[in-house]
């Protein structure tokens, strides 16, 4: 993702979920998609969908995480 991609959806996540803490990040070796952290712990990956222009967020939830 390109850099001023990045800077929206930072600022987006830090708006919709009221916490500055999150930050999109960028991948080292990917460039269709970046990071999604809270501090030092990764949540998740956001995707660009290039057909529509549409971004989709996916986080993966651990059992031992629940408990």
Do not use: C, H, T, W
């Amino acid at each position: 993702m390109k850099p001023d991609e990045i800077r929206k959806l930072d600022a987006y996540f830090k708006r919709v979920f009221q916490n500055p803490k999150l930050e999109v990040k960028a991948r080292p070796r990917k460039d269709d998609s970046a990071e999604v952290y809270v501090g030092d712990e990764f949540l998740g990956i956001v995707f660009k969908d290039e057909d529509d222009g549409d971004y989709n967020f996916s986080m993966a939830i651990l059992d031992i995480d629940l408990g």
